[in-house]
């Protein structure tokens, strides 16, 4: 009798908890007298994604494959390319495809991934398109941007070292490359001397030698996590003997040749400097397969505007240009500063920086590329911060992130020091922090990581031009003649062509034209002062007025001069600004 009881009790209880959730997922509570929607409510989502965890290339294909199938009306899945290895580049394109015509928005390329090791500039990119499609007519600012740009998401730039790194034994900053076989020690050999999982636990941890000369210690505060030196006046125990490995092809030297060995993001046509002066270069600018992909696939979309790469780590919003003296227009870099000003306060402890200037030189990085050889407003993003770990915002001092390894973690991010018989050192220990440790945020860290700095680029593309026909105003001159006068207004603060697109000549320069069938266009220009009606005049074809951009936050005029009677069409054609067209007519 008391079981039963028992059971009704317990029934009767989780009932009244499935009522109290699903009136939570339902309806709205109300905050101190602010109402806020159920977000994210279960059955609200087509697609049930875990972002606490890291998906490898074909985790990242399936994600993007369930989107692309519970959204046909706003996706489109396509390769771009294989890598060296043979597996796919993905993008998802997202847009409202029954707004407008998807080749004509102002596009916003987004790619994570391009060193191996970077795991969640995958996450972010693939969490993007999944906020993207499952807030499109939810989301006032999600359903404009759908059905004003297109985004061009691409999660995995170097899916070969993704994998690598996710299913193999690695530290953290290993795996960076690509994996086409690279002799980097130039001994007639490829990839023949990469690190050792010596003691089979799945990780690459340091190895350390018990040595009265030695000058390190265990921390006396936390033995477990991390070593220090010992000082001056005081003897150590240890000497450290770097990452787990062996000699493997016997020159006297360990782990010189790991897979690969060159940077992806030194292969891009702009700027680059031959393997002497960059080093990871390659052989020539788009030599790799990956690379390649990407270039062929921006010269096939000129309507792309906004690029954003995802790196980590570091907490930096990084502009160009990446060496001293690189190109960058002054109008345009402060239209750079202005966003990533904004998204200094959506990402904490995150700071806006300039490559060369506050970071470190790189040539033929793709950011320089994106805006030197196509005028496109770009940003690399270094993912996550140490900061993050501590609410004081000083978690990268070591005594914070040990604190945190130890109690927060519980332990979970270290490999406690084993004993080893090394070929070469004889005994010794390997231990230490985990591959993951300071290159990805811990699980329960990582979907806030995701969304911020989704926002920040969200916030980017919601910079880009937004055109509009202001205003057509008709002036009778004489019987059958007319003035007539339009405004394109640019509501938003990326110009539709960056000052570096219009001095290079990068794309074709805006036009706005006018036509009917009973409409002669004698003469027109571009407005230079609307108040004395003072105008440019063009020198031929007056159908057409060229203009260089339309400013950020701006309005462009245009003055034609027409004879005729009836009705005309204003077309305004940006390849970066878009395609417009507002109807007008002759009394």
């Known amino acids: 009798m008391i079981r039963d009881r028992n059971q009704v009790c317990t029934m009767a209880l989780l009932l009244v908890s499935a009522a109290l959730m699903g009136d939570v997922a339902a309806r709205t509570a109300d905050v101190q007298g602010h109402t806020f929607p159920a977000l994210g409510a279960s059955d609200e989502r087509k697609v049930e994604i875990a972002w606490n965890r890291f998906h490898d290339h074909e985790g990242l294909r399936t994600i993007l494959t369930r989107l692309n199938m519970a959204f046909p009306e706003l996706t489109k899945l396509y390769s771009i390319g294989v890598s060296s290895e043979g597996r796919d580049i993905w993008c998802l394109e997202v847009t409202a495809r029954n707004v407008g015509n998807p080749d004509r928005k102002p596009g916003m390329y987004i790619d994570g991934n391009i060193h191996g090791n970077e795991v969640q500039g995958g996450e972010v990119v693939a969490y993007t398109a999944w906020y993207l499609c499952h807030q499109y007519g939810r989301l006032d600012k999600v359903t404009e941007l759908l059905d004003e740009r297109v985004f061009y998401l691409l999660p995995m730039i170097n899916p070969d070292g993704r ?224 900061e993050n770990l501590s609410k004081r915002g000083d978690g990268r001092s070591e005594n914070e992130q040990a604190e945190f390894l130890q109690h927060v973690l519980l332990g979970d991010g270290v490999v406690t020091w084993q004993p080893y018989e090394h070929p070469t050192y004889g005994s010794i220990e390997i231990g230490g922090t985990k591959k993951e440790w300071g290159r990805v945020p811990p699980s329960f860290l990582l979907e806030e990581e995701l969304h911020r700095n989704m926002a920040f680029t969200l916030y980017h593309a919601d910079m880009l031009p937004l055109l509009r026909i202001a205003d057509i105003q008709v002036e009778p001159l004489a019987a059958g003649l007319f003035k007539v006068w339009v405004t394109v207004e640019n509501q938003r603060l990326v110009p539709t062509r960056a000052r570096q697109d219009v001095i290079h000549h990068i794309s074709p320069p805006d036009v706005v034209s006018i036509e009917g069938d009973d409409v002669e266009v004698l003469s027109a220009g571009r407005v230079v002062d609307r108040y004395f009606k003072e105008v440019e005049a063009v020198k031929r074809r007056p159908q057409r007025v060229e203009l260089e951009s339309i400013g950020g936050m701006a309005a462009a005029r245009v003055q034609f001069v027409v004879q005729g009677s009836g009705p005309f069409v204003v077309t305004v054609d940006s390849a970066k600004g878009g395609l417009l067209r507002k109807d007008g007519a002759l009394p």
């Not at 006396?220 to 125990?237: I, L, S, T």
């Not at 002497?276 to 096939?300: C, H, I, N, W």
């Not at 995150?350 to 950011?367: D, F, K």
């Open 163 to 386: 994998d690598y790194w996710l299913h193999g034994a690695h530290r953290m900053s290993s795996s960076r490359s690509g994996l086409e076989p690279t002799d980097n020690d130039r001994d007639g050999q490829a990839d023949e001397d990469d690190y050792d999982d010596l003691n089979g636990d799945g990780y690459i941890t340091q190895m350390r030698k018990k040595d009265p000369q030695g000058r390190y210690k265990p921390d006396p505060d936390y033995p477990e996590y991390r070593m220090v030196r010992a000082r001056p006046d005081e003897p150590g125990q240890y000497i450290r003997l770097g990452w787990e490995g062996i000699d493997n092809d016997g020159d006297g030297r360990i782990n010189e040749d790991g897979r690969g060995g060159y940077d992806l993001n030194r292969n891009w046509g702009f700027d680059w400097q031959p393997n002497y002066v960059q080093y990871g270069a390659k052989d020539y600018p788009f030599s790799q397969p990956e690379t390649r992909a990407v270039a062929d696939f921006m010269l096939a979309h000129p309507n792309i505007i906004g690029a954003q790469a995802y790196h980590n780590s570091g907490g930096m919003i990084l502009r160009g240009p990446g060496r001293a003296g690189g190109d960058m227009q002054r109008a345009d870099e402060r239209v750079l500063e202005q966003i990533a000003e904004r998204g200094e306060k959506i990402l904490p402890y995150y700071r806006s920086m300039v490559i060369e200037a506050e970071l470190y030189t790189v040539w033929g990085g793709s950011v320089d590329w994106f805006y030197g050889g196509h005028g496109i407003f770009a940003f690399s993003n270094e993912l996550w911060t140490r």
